[in-house]
């Protein structure tokens, strides 16, 4: 299924996918502190992008607890009500930067939109600890949750997992080996602007260069997270490239228009659609990479739309 999202011209949005909306652009010109890309490992810098600060937020949580799995930072989100379910999320940051608590706004909103408990992930990061160093993290807390997913108050079928950018592609590529393996079941995958093909460039990272992302730092990132190895075929580094994605769980892919990732994001829900499964891939236009970690206006839509696709994937796992 694809939704594309619409938007009024009294908005001040565009409705043409890949043409910049007025706001975003307007937001950078104004803040261009947001718009400077990073795209070198220098120590210092590296410190500061995984600090452990967050976006203002006006999101309120009824609670919210810091803990740790085998050693993994986690940070819980759980709302009043009953919980819907539990998604264990991983952040974005290209692999190599990012935290619990500069994604904060993102976890916060996921527990309120969907109402499930959110499990949020402090994964090693490279260069330090490069593949499969975070994506093995992401497995352990997703096992540690579907096995503990009672103490929260689900049963174990109403475990999902998310993620943004990097974290979608930790994400799909979870998916895959827990697929593989063949010992436990995900309720969904809710795949947000998720890096998928490795090295194999798509047009719009040509197109849209230079916007939050350039061809730079992808690379940078990238010979961070493989160690300078060619993941390029195995299926958990490079989702796009395994050989089938059949028998996958239910995934919503969320793309922007002016995204560098937007068309590998594309090529993933084609191949997840063509292989039977259940896939919702909406694309926000004219947003850049980070549009939902930015918490920009259309960040809300997207919430919105990854809710209630949450809410009806866990009532029907």
């Keep these: 299924m694809y939704g594309g999202a ?35 490992l220098d120590p210092e810098i590296l410190e500061l992008a995984r600090g452990d600060y967050s976006l203002p937020c006006d999101i309120e949580i009824a609670s919210v607890e810091n803990a740790d799995v ?14 819907t379910g539990l998604v264990v999320y991983f952040h974005g940051g290209g692999f190599v930067i990012g935290s619990i608590g500069i994604m904060d706004n993102v976890a916060r909103n996921l527990c309120a939109s969907s109402g499930a408990v959110v499990i949020s992930v402090g994964y090693r990061l490279a260069p330090e600890n490069p593949y499969p160093a975070g994506l093995d993290d992401c497995e352990t807390v ?22 943004e950018s990097a974290g979608g592609n930790l994400s799909a590529g979870l998916a895959l080996r827990l697929r593989d393996a063949g010992d436990v079941q995900l309720a969904g995958q809710v795949l947000i602007y998720p890096g998928t093909s490795g090295t194999q460039r798509f047009p719009s990272r040509d197109e849209f260069a230079g916007l939050v992302l350039n061809e730079k730092a992808m690379v940078t990132f990238w010979d961070a997270y493989s160690a300078g190895r060619d993941l390029d075929d195995d299926p958990y580094a490079a989702p796009l490239h395994a050989e089938h994605l059949r028998d996958l769980p239910p995934a919503i892919v969320i793309l922007g228009g002016c995204d560098l990732l937007r068309d590998e994001g594309r090529a993933y829900a084609d191949r997840l659609r ?44």
């Design 142 to 163: 997703t096992r540690w949750a579907i096995a503990n997913a009672s103490t929260f108050g689900v049963p174990a079928s109403k475990v999902a997992i998310a993620g």
């Design 70 to 83: 085998e050693g993994i930072p986690i940070r819980i989100y759980r709302n009043e009500e009953p919980p």
């Design 6 to 40: 619409s938007f009024d011209e009294g908005d001040g949005m565009t409705s043409d996918e890949g043409v910049l909306d007025p706001w975003v652009k307007e937001f950078f010109e104004t803040n261009p502190d947001r718009a400077g890309v990073m795209d070198t």
């Design 274 to 317: 063509e292989d039977d499964v259940d896939v919702e891939e909406v694309c926000y236009a004219g947003q850049p990479h980070g549009f939902v970690n930015f918490d920009f206006p259309a960040a809300a839509l997207a919430h919105e739309v990854i809710g209630n696709w949450l809410r009806a994937r866990l009532a029907a796992a």
